[in-house]
Each structure stands twice: as structure tokens, then as C-alpha cells.
């Protein structure tokens, strides 16, 4: 079945510093989306990505679709403390919500 | 309600017991999705509802695990004689798209707070 593989699991950096998590899937994509979950709390969606080669961004944090549509990135400039949590991506197969499946997730620590 | 509601928040089960778990979708949302999440791990795919059909149960680890949503609204997980592997977070998420062509907004999967089982 379609695996979705997220780098790298565990990510510290200085408070400032820029963070990047990539995701990729042993399969194309129809569609990507990005959910951050803070510590003790539940996936909140961020984003979706549809179309190859798509770039978004949401103030310091930019998300990236391959052209192939196996891989994506999420990009977060002068990380802040409030950023601490797990990203994970999910891709579906399908259209719509139907059948995605998670990465594991990056968990971002950030020391002061 | 505003968002996606399930009860209870925390369950303490002992191996054997059978548990039920309950979740509220957002109002007028047709899909209806549950996922296990393991402390530390992504959340894994359960079963997935299209209003009260349920289009995709691949995920359920075993027939102990059995979810219904019979009116198309609020749904319930329930596993059979827990076993301590069991003991995870099981989220709810509700969405308002069907299959295909949606948009972004449509397309938004809402997760709940989850319901923590603890199987001792």
C-alpha cells in the first residue's frame, strides 16, 4: 500500500533558525495537506497542495509540491517558540479527503 | 457544535473489557473518518463513512474493532475484549467533501480532541 515517509523525525533548533521537513510518498499523489499538532492536542490542518510544482505560503512558513508529485516540503523561516509541535504531511491517492495517509510527523523543538 | 466533539476525552480500560467510543462530527459534514495514534506516531487510518455508508474499513487492525454511524451523523468506535495494544488516542475527524474535485475549504479534514484509551 502507499507509504508517506517524513524527515527528519525529530528537528532542534535555535530559536531564529529556519526548519524544513520533507515527505515523500512511495506513490503519486493527487493531493497533499500539512497538519501541525502541538503537544497533548490534536492535528490541526495547515494547507493543501494540489497541483505539480505548486508553492504556497503562509507568512514564515512555505509549502512546496514536487513536480512529480511524490514529495513535498514545508519550509518555516525564524522559527518562534510558538512553532513547537509535530508536522506531519498526508497524501491521498484520491480526490477529496478519502484515503489519506499520514507520515509519521517531524517533531520541532525549539530552545530559546 | 463548532467542531468535531468525542467522548470520552480519557478511558481507563482493563484487558478484556469492551469500550465505545463516540464522536460528533461538524454539523452537515459528510465524511467521517477515525485514526489511531500511537504516543509519538502519525495517526493511521481506521475507517472512513460517506454519511451512514461506510466506504472503507481496511484499517481497523481486527474484527475486535467495529464502527457504525447509522444516521449519517454521529458515529461510534467500539472495540471488543481491549487488549493493552490496543491503548492509543483515537481521533475523530469529520470533512465536508465528497471523493473528488473539491476545493481546499471543502476538501479540510477537522479532527476532534481525541479520546485517550488506556488499556491496563
Known amino acids: 500500500g502507499q507509504q508517506v515517509m517524513q524527515i527528519p523525525q525529530y528537528q532542534h533548533v535555535q530559536e531564529g533558525e529556519d526548519f524544513t521537513t520533507y515527505c515523500n510518498s512511495s506513490?503519486?499523489?493527487?493531493?497533499i495537506q500539512w497538519y501541525k499538532q502541538r503537544p497533548g492536542g490534536h492535528p490541526v490542518f495547515l494547507i493543501q497542495l494540489v497541483k505539480s510544482g505548486e508553492v504556497k505560503k503562509q507568512k514564515r512558513l512555505t509549502f512546496q509540491f514536487g513536480e512529480a508529485k511524490k514529495n513535498s516540503s514545508l519550509h518555516i523561516t525564524a522559527t518562534q517558540t510558538t512553532d513547537v509541535g509535530t508536522y506531519f504531511c498526508?497524501?491521498?491517492?484520491?480526490?477529496?479527503?478519502?484515503?489519506?495517509?499520514f507520515g509519521k510527523g517531524t517533531h520541532l523543538i525549539i530552545q530559546p | 457544535g463548532a467542531g468535531v466533539s468525542q467522548s470520552p476525552r480519557y478511558k481507563v480500560a482493563k484487558r478484556g473489557q469492551d469500550v465505545a467510543l463516540r464522536c460528533d462530527p461538524i454539523?452537515?459534514?459528510?465524511?467521517l473518518f477515525w485514526y489511531q495514534q500511537a504516543l509519538g506516531q502519525g495517526p493511521e487510518f481506521l475507517t472512513y463513512?460517506?454519511?451512514?455508508?461506510?466506504?472503507?474499513k481496511s484499517g481497523l487492525p481486527s474484527d475486535r474493532f467495529f464502527a457504525e454511524r447509522p444516521e449519517g451523523s454521529v458515529s461510534t468506535l467500539k472495540i471488543q475484549r481491549t487488549q493493552q495494544e490496543d491503548s492509543a488516542v483515537y481521533l475523530c475527524a469529520s470533512s465536508l467533501a465528497l471523493a473528488t474535485g473539491m476545493t481546499e475549504w471543502e476538501n479540510t479534514i477537522y479532527f476532534g480532541e481525541g479520546s485517550w484509551l488506556t488499556v491496563v
Open positions: 463513512f460517506q454519511n451512514e455508508a461506510q466506504l472503507d
Open positions: 506513490t503519486t499523489l493527487s493531493n
Open positions: 454539523s452537515g459534514h459528510v465524511s
Open positions: 498526508a497524501g491521498g491517492p484520491g480526490g477529496g479527503a478519502d484515503g489519506l495517509t
